[in-house]
């Protein structure tokens, strides 16, 4: 084991990073404990303004200062048709900040763990896209997250990438509480139902991330919820669980245009996790209605 203790979370005011934070800190979630090693690890857990990751000196800095055994990188640019106005903030963020992180903990030996997403591929594909299967992004976020990944993989010998989908939690802005609260407003809504993809309850993320982080099972994964849904199915499913009564219209992509493509089927198989240390991702309606009995205020 090394001696190094402190577990660094970027971005840990934002929806990934508030769960995982608060999962590391307790040492037990929904899905059960976290093992006993955790005992030894101090988490340190930076917001944007603690920790610039587009800044490498200051990376330097406090990795200096921390000595991390491990990095977990859940900072990001993650507003999809931002991205394609703001072309340079999204590589900066995106590519370069993973870049400095992955340069800075291989000079400190340390692991990183770096979190990226579905919009890599292109969606074209009906099957489900395994770890192997050739990337093909087609917004600036997508080519922004994929350049972020080989950087990882250029840089630094301990890396683990974990791509997600749909991702929701309790804390930022996510499609589960913009369903909520359009629903509640409005009472009828439109929801796309030719995008398929797999919702992903971010304590499942933040579980597969702590399985992870004390192996050396290093690599890229796939980690998703598991089955898959449109937007319109998983829209119906909110109200569903949360017992709100209002209308969900089925529209197609082509009626509500936004300003990055989306891909059509988003589907991730868990495939390495399987191979590894186990695919802990529940059935996305199941992880749901966890979310809803969890505490989720709508
Ligand atoms: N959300 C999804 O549906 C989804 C799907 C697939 C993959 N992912 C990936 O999952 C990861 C976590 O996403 P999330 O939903 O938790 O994102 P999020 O809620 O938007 O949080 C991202 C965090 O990154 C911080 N950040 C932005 N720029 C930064 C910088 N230069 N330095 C340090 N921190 C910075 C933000 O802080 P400020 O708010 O202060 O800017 C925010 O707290 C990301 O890598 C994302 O690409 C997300």
């Not at 990073?17 to 040492?27: A, C, Q």
């Not at 579905?118 to 395994?130: L, N, Q």
């Not at 770890?131 to 010998?157: H, M, Q, W």
């Given at each position: 084991m090394d001696s190094r203790k402190n577990i660094i979370i970027t971005g840990g005011n934002g929806c990934?990073?508030?769960?995982?934070?608060?999962?590391?800190?307790?040492?037990?979630?929904?899905?059960?404990?976290?093992?006993?090693?955790?005992?030894?690890?101090?988490?340190?857990?930076?917001?944007?303004?603690?920790l610039d990751i587009t800044n490498l000196e200051h990376v330097s800095k406090i990795l200096e200062e921390k000595q991390p055994y491990a990095v977990v990188n859940c900072a990001a640019y993650t507003d999809v048709d931002g991205c394609e106005d703001e072309k340079d903030k999204a590589f900066k963020v995106n590519a370069l900040g993973p870049r400095n992180l992955a340069i800075v903990c291989e000079?400190?030996?340390?692991?990183?763990?770096?979190?990226?997403?579905?919009?890599?591929?292109?969606?074209?594909?009906?099957?489900?896209?395994?770890?192997?299967?050739?990337?093909?992004?087609?917004?600036?976020?997508?080519?922004?997250?994929?350049?972020?990944?080989?950087?990882?993989?250029?840089?630094?010998?301990?890396?683990?990438?974990?791509?997600?989908?749909?991702?929701?939690?309790?804390h930022g802005k996510n499609f589960v509480n913009t369903i909520i609260k359009a629903a509640k407003e409005n009472g009828v809504l439109n929801v796309v139902d030719d995008q398929i993809g797999s919702p992903t309850n971010a304590v499942d993320l933040a579980y597969a991330i702590c399985k992870l982080l004390i192996t050396q099972e290093y690599g890229l994964y796939h980690c998703s919820g598991n089955g898959e849904c449109s937007w319109y199915e998983f829209a119906c499913e909110i109200l569903n669980v949360f017992g709100i009564d209002a209308k969900i219209n089925p529209c197609k992509s082509s009626e509500y245009k936004r300003k990055a493509k989306r891909p059509k089927f988003s589907n991730l198989d868990n495939f390495m996790l399987r191979l590894t240390v186990g695919d802990c991702f529940r059935d996305w309606k199941q992880a749901l209605s966890a979310f809803c009995n969890n505490g989720y205020k709508s």
């Open positions: 990934l990073g508030t769960e995982l934070t608060k999962m590391l800190k307790s040492k037990t979630s929904e899905l059960g404990s976290l093992p006993a090693i955790y005992d030894q690890f101090d988490i340190v857990s930076l917001a944007s303004y603690e000079r400190k030996r340390a692991k990183l763990i770096h979190i990226s997403t579905d919009y890599v591929f292109d969606g074209e594909e009906k099957e489900k896209r395994i770890e192997c299967d050739v990337i093909n992004p087609k917004s600036v976020y997508g080519a922004s997250k994929a350049l972020g990944e080989e950087y990882v993989r250029s840089f630094c010998s301990r890396w683990y990438i974990l791509r997600t989908s749909w991702l929701y939690g309790y």
